[in-house]
């Protein structure tokens, strides 16, 4: 069986970077030593997404059986030093969002209703830790993280530096250089004057700020500030005097707007999911047979070959083994037998069926790979190179009409 592991960080994916990973804040690990108080998050995730041209909002459309605003999340869930993260929805998506906080294990989200405006949004979201001082769930945080629910390639070095500098500065943005020249028209629709594009940066996501800065600001603000507003570092600055530490975020910040940006998400986040694998075999000395020359074909095609174990049958392996993997969210498991097709008792070829499909709801892809064992090498080696093609494929492709089916390498 070969086991995609994957702990889904959002760089490209994480776009955000594509393919270096965030690594898991331990108890003991690097985020949690640098931030000894209390982080929360909020997403703004009550537009319509007009933009896209679909009927459904773009932070609840579907990669690779995954509501995008779920990656998201996991990019904040997975770090140890961040408490909750409030997800500030439409009335009329409430249970949707529950649903899919219920199908994904997210454990550490707060579901509240938004507002007319994005600032209204914000506010309410910010309100959802004020009006709780008796539920333990949502305590005030020290410093509050503002990030949309459409920007799921954030970057764990990037939120460490925004927490940090919000914490001593008051607030804390991430920028960009802007792509292309600003230039200004005249009322007729003519070129009016050009700004000189190396004094001026795109603010992006995510902000952070002292919680009692920003909300004090929300506070203060005016209606048309809640209207029709959008930076949250002006607020702060124009209502308590707070100048943000601006800090240059990587290439990866962009957000999902159009309805081309989703098949970059994907193919972002394929390319993440593909860069590590585990294989397991029936017998110990097929597993370390099979892993140096697995090793071998799937190192050229971007894949790493990270451990070896050998259960003494795949299908009889109790669900507990699922278990484990939900907490890993993204896995493609795939088996591989020296027994030919004819010898498949039914029963086991249905409790594998069966399995497949249990565990697809907890976002786990069941795939069996049939592979003959031989001692001729030659055959060996063409068997173990059409195993890490078919490999490489479904992992990358992770085409849901092939769980629960049996492939021959």
Known sequence: MLEEIASASARPLDPGSPLTRDTECSGDGPGRAAVDFPVAVILPAGGSGERMGLPTPKQFCTILNRPLISYTIQAFERLSWIGTVVVVVAKENHDLMLNIVREFHHTKVKV???????????????????????????????????HDAVR????????????????????????????????????????????????????????????????????????YDFDFGTECLHLA???????????????????????????????????????????????AAEAVELAGTLQKNLATQGMVLVGVSSPELFLRLDMHLFESSREMKEKVKLNTTKRSFDTQKTDEITTFMRLASEVKQANVQLYGIQIDHTKVSELWERSAARLADITVALIRDRNPALIGQLLQA
């Open 112 to 146: 509240v209703h938004g507002g007319t405006s994005r600032h209204r949004s914000v506010f309410n979201g910010l309100q959802a830790f004020s009006n709780s001082t008796d539920d333990s769930l949502t305590p005030k945080p020290k410093v509050v993280i503002i």
């Open 152 to 223: 799921p390639f954030v970057e764990e070095d990037l939120l460490l530096k925004i927490t940090l500098a919000a914490k001593e500065e008051g607030a804390s943005g991430a920028i960009r250089p802007l792509v292309s020249t600003v230039i200004a028209t005249t009322l007729e629709g003519y070129l009016d004057h050009s700004l000189e594009r190396a004094k001026y940066r795109a603010s992006e996501m995510p902000q952070g700020f002292l919680y009692d800065i920003i909300f004090q600001a929300y506070q203060l603000c005016s209606e």
């Open 237 to 283: 600055l124009q209502y308590c005097g707070t100048n943000a530490k601006l800090i240059e975020g990587p290439p990866t910040l962009w957000k999902v707007t159009y309805k081309r940006d989703l098949a970059a998400a994907e193919a972002i986040i394929k390319e993440n999911l593909s860069t590590s694998a585990c294989v397991i075999t029936e017998a």
